[in-house]
């Protein structure tokens, strides 16, 4: 009888430590800022086929709150996904200098925050994307003005060996100037407000 009881207390023992147990499991989230870090670390291919090349990213995320840190935690394979994707997605030469790096960087960033907001039925501020898009459309309407002014000019001046040769070089200085601003840079990027406030690469290897 003794040792049924005390067979018995022993297992109330053990079941008083699952709570504690279970509450110990993951990283403790803090009310403040969190550092969130995605592990394992991202082992991708990258570059198309041909020769193997990939890209191991070890990475962590920022949060300022410790509700927008819960909301990273419980979506981070849709965060692995997204990021999977998107180192997959890049070129040798996208990833050959620091300003490409850093421009990968803030690009995810953005991605990861338009993918959680997403997800919680939340939207993009559409004010600013429709602003873009009217900014845009007042901009191709101001570059055929241009273009079609362009085009009397040259009609009335068609004999002037001068002016042609005037305008096919502010022609080809406007190329020029197009095919820069076709690069990319951070400025490109519309900075997306989310839970994640902030990606790092804690190591970024890349093996070409």
Do not use: C, W
């Not at 989230?29 to 870090?37: C, D, M």
Request: aromatic fraction near 4%; charged fraction near 25%; avoid cysteine.
């Amino acid at each position: 009888m003794k040792a049924g009881i005390k067979f018995f207390i022993a297992i109330l023992g053990v079941m008083s430590t699952l709570p504690v147990m279970a509450s110990g499991s993951g990283p403790a989230l803090a009310e403040g800022v969190n550092y969130i870090p995605l592990e394992p670390a991202l082992v991708v291919n990258y570059g198309g086929p041909g020769k193997a090349r990939f890209i191991k990213a070890e990475l962590s995320i920022r949060t300022e709150t410790g509700e927008d840190a819960a909301e990273v935690m419980h979506h981070l394979p849709l965060i692995r996904d997204r990021l999977v994707s998107i180192l997959s997605a890049q070129t040798e030469e996208a990833i050959s200098t620091a300003e490409g790096k850093e421009y990968l960087r803030v690009y995810a960033l953005a991605e990861i925050n338009k993918a959680l907001l997403k997800v919680e039925g939340h939207s993009v501020d559409e004010h600013d994307e429709k602003h873009s898009e009217a900014a845009h459309g007042k901009e191709t309407i101001k570059k055929s003005e241009t273009n079609d002014g362009t085009a009397v000019k040259n009609a009335d001046a068609k004999d002037d060996s001068a002016g042609t040769a005037m305008h096919n070089e502010t022609k080809e200085a406007g190329n020029k100037s197009a095919e820069a601003a076709a690069v990319p840079s951070i400025a490109d990027i519309k900075p997306v407000k989310g839970p994640a406030s902030d990606l790092f690469f804690n190591n970024f290897v890349v093996q070409k």
